[in-house]
């Protein structure tokens, strides 16, 4: 792996030669995965890359793939052929704050190991978050809602500066074949999307922890906890979810005085979702730009006639009062 202080073209060389030749091991029972990843402990804390394929990945989807980066190797945790005991035999590392999971955009992920297997995700690095708080940090401010697409993170020269063109090619398979990912055995294009989706993580995430500050730490640490819980609907108010990073003393002193970070989930009247979106998004766009918070939508995954708020707490509540005006003009 290249260092930060390497030239940028040398860093990028490095990270397309070092990265193809990490093995990649299909992993079909527990006794195949690193010790240290099975039975997690304070003395040997990791830091690995992770994703998850699937067909439909949600809660109720089916789970095919789960992929985990290491530094010198690629494991590809085959749900379907390992099935509900190799999952589970993975569960007290994906619950644990030992092992730290670097993934793009994990709150899908979370949903459909919370509902299919019991996990609570937990001790996430999330890129997609990272991305948006550096920028905030050099005075290029985005929305809570303009992602950056793991595509884009790729390509852009700051973090890894290569292209991923195979990966609008796997998305084409998945149009014509919804089930591409349960297919036995896996095919070495399979195996390759598969591993190219996490192998570059933990470059780029050496390079994001090396231009956030304390401040954006913490954010990165309690918003990646909240997009964990996002779509995971509870009955207790994730009373028995890992607790959110508190804020840090020197934080909560600070003259510009950092908020607490909650996630509200908002009942939508059943029939009432088409109107407070709006024609073409209108009015869930303004409510958008009203307020600095995420608001996402359950979508055709579900859940429906659900909103989910994540950010300051003033300006979910903000949100809510106006999702609740918006619903009142429309009953």
């Known amino acids: 792996m290249a260092s930060s202080s390497s030239p940028l073209h040398q860093g990028e060389k490095r990270v397309e030669d070092d990265e193809s ?8 029972a527990a006794s195949q995965l690193p010790v240290e990843f099975l039975e997690p402990s304070p003395q040997s804390k990791l830091v690995i ?4 394929e699937g067909v439909d990945l949600c809660r109720k989807g089916t789970l095919c793939v789960i992929q985990l980066a ?56 999330d890129t997609q978050i990272a991305y948006s708080l550096i920028e905030e940090q050099e005075g290029r401010k985005r929305s809570r809602d303009d992602y950056i697409s793991f595509v884009g993170l790729l390509a852009d020269p700051r973090y890894c500066g290569i292209s991923y063109d195979e990966k609008e090619e796997v998305r084409e398979l998945l149009r014509k074949d919804p089930n591409f990912w349960t297919h036995r055995p896996l095919s070495e294009q399979m195996v ?13 995430y050496h390079q994001m922890m ?5 401040r954006s730490l913490w954010y990165l640490a309690v918003r990646g906890a909240l997009y964990c819980r996002c779509f995971c609907l509870n009955s207790n108010n994730f009373a028995d979810w890992p607790t959110l990073p508190p804020i840090p003393d020197n934080l909560n002193a600070d003259e510009n005085g950092t908020q607490e970070e909650i996630l509200s989930v908002f009942d939508v009247p059943q029939g009432k979702m088409g109107r407070v979106i709006g024609k073409r998004g209108v009015s ?24 989910f708020i994540i950010g300051p707490q003033k300006q ?3 949100a809510e009062a106006m999702l609740r005006g918006r619903i009142l003009d429309v009953i």
């Open 192 to 204: 390759h999307a598969a591993a190219a989706d996490v192998r570059c993580l933990l470059f780029i």
């Open 210 to 214: 090396e231009k956030l500050n304390e």
């Open 284 to 307: 869930i766009m303004s409510i958008k730009e009203s307020c600095d918070a995420e608001i996402l939508m359950g979508g055709p995954k579900g859940p429906p006639d659900k909103v």
């Open 49 to 52: 890359g992770f994703d998850c």
């Open 70 to 125: 290491f530094p010198d190797a690629v494991y590809l945790v085959d749900a379907i052929d390992g099935g509900e005991e190799l999952i589970q035999a993975c569960k007290p590392a994906l619950e644990s704050n030992y092992i730290t999971k670097v993934i793009h955009d994990c709150k899908r992920d979370s949903e459909a190991l919370y509902f299919q297997f019991g996990i609570k995700l937990n001790n996430v690095v």
């Open 21 to 28: 030749r990490v093995p990649i091991h299909i992993v079909t």
């Open 316 to 318: 979910v509540r903000k």
